[in-house]
């Protein structure tokens, strides 16, 4: 069992940045592959990064390459995204999850935080 809670949301200006936090708790943090969603309202739920269980790779949705970055501290068994020249399009519930293989699609992982609100204001 994983158990993940996010944390770093709030409200900023376009163009600025936030760095959320996913702390986890379970002794296996470090052999899940990590990942990065958001939810908009009225939208579904899409894929933001995933970094693997190493921290050796990472990929990112189109919409945020470039401005988005996931790393890992597997000794503190945490998970990070970094968000700069945010847009107001980039307000939504981030979520983090943990999952044995992760990947782009929700259904790839097997735990998920409750999620911290990003609102971006023009």
């Known amino acids: 069992q994983v158990q993940l809670v996010e944390s770093g949301g709030g409200l900023v200006q376009a163009g600025g940045s936030l760095r959320l936090s996913c702390a986890a708790s379970g002794r296996t943090f470090s052999s899940y592959a990590m990942g990065w969603f958001r939810q908009a309202p009225g939208k579904e739920r899409e894929f933001v990064a995933f970094?693997?269980?190493?921290?050796?790779?990472?990929y990112y949705a189109d919409s945020v390459k470039g401005r988005f970055t996931i790393s890992r501290d597997n000794a503190k068994n945490t998970v990070y995204l970094q968000m700069n020249s945010l847009k107001p399009e980039d307000t939504a519930i981030y979520y983090c999850?943990?999952?044995?293989?992760?990947?782009?699609?929700?259904?790839?992982?097997?735990?998920w935080g409750q999620g911290t609100q990003v609102t971006v204001s023009s």
């Open positions: 999850a943990a999952g044995v293989v992760g990947g782009p699609r929700p259904y790839e992982y097997d735990y």
């Open positions: 970094i693997t269980w190493t921290g050796s790779s990472t």
